[in-house]
């Protein structure tokens, strides 16, 4: 764990919530079980395998040394996270987490959870796509968004930040849509957000009723046991992009799963919409630098083709499992 500790030895004081050390990609070989994160002002390591004590202290050594050269005469705090595919633990090494634990990025405020479950509530990987959706907030002033698979709703507050006049935010998951609502009014965007609350699969029609949207966002999980299976769920989603997007309209299709590339997701918009074109791949943040770019989150701007009708999809899907529409902490999220 040299590299890691090299990263300590170095890093300066964060001031917003971003990675610091991403393992995850391979760029640092023998390194992949780690990453290091900050939710200011508590930092957060997660191994994704088993870690012996005498290691833990190592590292709670050096966090301890190169935080009192940072911050000096203030306390560390830090948390680690051990995750398999089985379970989560995360236990508090030194210091204290906020009871109210809200951190900033560019600016815009989100509340975290880092006690609780896997997902802290804010996808720290996902800041250039939260960019993107600025900036087309920005260029298209009123526009009306739906956002899918909404969990805490980030999308939806720097949309409405950035001057979009509605977004729906559906996903099946009330408690994180509390802490969604709880987002805006940090942000003192309330007012234009709905919070649906709802089986996505089940309630196309009330979806609908809504649209067309000048930006769908479709952030699912990749797996949730029982629920949703990309490789088998997401071409329902695709499949209602005809109807749910407006034909001057773009949306936003996001996969995060090392298991499925690019060609997964060109595939399904080739088969379930050929009415749409790809028009790119957004960059992910630089601290997610993978040395296979097909492992990483991946998120396509889509759009309708010029001069092609849009056909809707059908307007019944088949049966499947259990209900779906939700991104809770048991969603697989390889971040």
């Known amino acids: ?21 991403h393992g995850r990609g391979g760029r640092y070989p023998g390194h992949e079980q780690w990453s290091l994160d900050a939710f200011p002002p508590v930092l957060l390591l997660t191994s994704f395998a088993p870690v012996p004590d005498e290691d833990l202290q190592t590292l709670d050594s050096a966090l301890h040394r190169r935080w009192a050269e940072i911050a000096p005469g203030e306390p560390l705090n830090w948390v680690f996270q051990h995750r398999d595919e089985f379970r989560v633990h995360n236990r508090l090494m030194a210091g204290s987490v906020p009871q109210a634990h809200v ?19 804010f996808f720290l990987d996902m800041a250039e796509g939260r960019q993107w959706v600025r900036r087309w ?22 949309a409405l930040q950035a001057g979009a006049a509605e977004v729906v935010n559906v996903d099946m998951a009330s408690g994180a849509l509390s802490i ?60 209602r992009l005809p109807e749910l997007v407006a034909p001057t309209g773009q949306a936003l299709v996001c996969l995060n799963t090392p298991k499925l590339d690019t060609g997964f ?42 001069g092609v009708p849009l056909s809707a999809g059908s307007a019944h899907d088949p049966p499947h499992g259990a209900p779906l529409g939700t991104s809770p902490p048991a969603a697989e999220r390889d971040d």
């Open 103 to 121: 951190v900033e990025e560019g600016g815009t405020r989100f509340g975290v959870h880092l006690l609780q479950g896997q997902n802290h509530g």
């Open 137 to 158: 907030a920005q260029a298209h002033p009123g526009g009306k968004v739906l956002n899918l698979f909404a969990y805490t709703c980030a999308f939806s507050v720097v």
């Open 180 to 239: 969604g609502r709880r987002n805006h009014q940090l942000n003192g965007v309330a007012d234009g957000a709905q919070f649906l609350a709802h089986d996505i699969f089940n309630s196309w029609a009330k979806i609908r009723r809504g649209g067309p949207y000048d930006l769908v966002i479709m952030d699912p999980p990749s797996f949730q046991k029982g629920s949703f299976v990309a490789t088998k769920d997401y071409a329902r989603l695709i499949r």
């Open 265 to 306: 997701l060109r595939e399904l918009i080739g088969t379930e919409a050929p009415g749409f074109e790809i028009v790119q791949r957004l960059p992910n943040p630089a601290a997610y630098e993978d040395v296979d770019p097909e492992r990483a989150l991946k998120v396509l701007v889509v759009r309708p083709r010029e």
């Open 1 to 21: 764990m040299q590299a890691l500790l090299d990263h300590i030895a170095t890093m300066r004081r964060p001031t917003e919530a971003a990675r610091l050390f």
